[in-house]
């Protein structure tokens, strides 16, 4: 169970690819700013799955356009999705040779 955007920040639908991993940052925005974010994913712009330490709300929406996640989910996703990480880097783009898995959202 998940938790997407609330109605004034809807997640954004359509069918993108894994762009960039993020194994952990800091996120920021107009109210919040909530530090050390792990297993992100980005499929497009600045929307992204991620777990979520500062809510237990999943099933409604929460979030600024984000899908929120618990960290286990998170980092599950994260792990199986491409691009394959290699556990090192905290920021890692796709390649030809290591592609984003395919991501389609809708309502």
């Not at 920021?28 to 792990?38: M, R």
């Amino acid at each position: 169970v998940v938790s997407t955007g609330l109605p004034s920040y809807p997640t954004v639908t359509g069918e993108f690819r894994i762009r960039m991993k993020v194994s952990e940052q800091t996120m920021s925005g107009e109210g919040y700013y909530l530090p050390g974010v792990k297993w992100v994913q980005y499929f497009y712009e600045d929307y992204g799955f991620h777990g979520t330490y500062w809510h237990e709300d999943f099933g409604v929406p929460k979030s600024h356009g984000c899908v929120n996640m618990t960290n286990a989910d998170a980092r599950w996703l994260f792990d199986w999705a491409g691009p394959v990480w290699d556990q090192e880097t905290v920021w890692f783009r796709p390649t030809a040779e290591n592609p984003g898995t395919l991501v389609l959202v809708h309502e």
